[in-house]
Structure formats: structure tokens, C-alpha cells
């Protein structure tokens, strides 16, 4: 019994293990990758509505995520930070309206090809009764740009593309 036990464990873990893809990224986007971020380590390509994302750990910055065109452009890329790190305007202004005691579980810098940087505050507030997920975005100089609810598989970096 324990032979077949490990037999189909280790079938499955084969079947599983060739059953996972590894994304190869065009040239052209790991070439402009490679020249942004020479020192960048654990380097994973995939892609999300049509664009070319790489999730990447950074010495000094963390875990980061830079999304290509195909062609080799780069798109944006965020930067998981602290939020002690944030620029003092968006502290304030977020402390202003939410008061220096609300939880946040999450800041990410976004820098865009297109625009300014946005700074992501995640934060968890009752809303209608249920404990919620909220993402605030700023401008550098402090002005809330979008508020969003958390709705099911949110991933509102999206937008900024």
C-alpha cells in the first residue's frame, strides 16, 4: 500500500511539474528589462492583457513589477515600499482623512511611462457593515486621485496602463 501511496504521489507530482509553463519573454523586453534593472534577481515573465510582466526582487527597493509592449516599451512598474517611505504629502493627506491610527496593509509606488508617479495606499475599513479592502491612490503632492472598494481578484494597477 505505501508503494502505491508513493507510486501516484510521484506520478502526480510529474504530471503537475510538466503541466507548468515557464513564459518566455520576447528579446526586445528582456534586453529594455536588463538595461532598467541589471541588478534585479528571481526574475519571472508572464502576461496579462496583452502586456509583458515581469515580477523581480530588486536589492535596495524589493519586490517589483515592470510591465513591457511587446515590442520592448516599457509600460510602468510598481514598487512594493513602506510607508514611512511614502513622499510627506501623501502621508498627510492620508492621515487628514483617515486619522493616524487606520491600518494599512499595503503602499506601492507606480512609475509610468505615461503620467506621474501614483502612490497605492491599501487599507482595510468597515463599509455597509463588512470589514473591506480600500485602495487610495495619490499624486506625489498629496491629491487622491481614485478610491476603490475591493471587489473579488482586484488588481487595480491595471488602470494606470
Known sequence: MRRLLFLFTLLTTIALGSSCEKYEAPSSVRHTFNEQYPTAVDVEWERKHGYVVVDFYLPGSGECEAWYKK???????????????????????????????????????????????????????????????????????????????????????????
Open 71 to 161: 515590442g520592448g516599451t516599457w509600460v510602468m512598474t510598481s514598487y512594493d515600499m513602506l510607508y514611512n517611505d511614502l513622499p510627506a504629502a501623501v502621508r498627510t493627506a492620508f492621515e487628514s482623512e483617515y486619522g493616524v491610527n487606520t491600518p494599512v496593509d499595503d503602499v506601492e509606488r507606480v512609475e509610468r511611462s505615461k503620467g506621474e508617479t501614483i502612490y497605492i495606499i491599501e487599507t482595510t475599513a468597515v463599509v455597509n457593515g463588512y470589514l473591506t479592502d480600500i485602495y487610495l491612490d495619490y499624486t506625489e503632492d498629496g491629491t487622491l486621485v481614485r478610491t476603490t472598494v475591493d471587489v473579488d481578484n482586484y488588481d487595480g494597477i491595471y488602470y494606470y496602463i
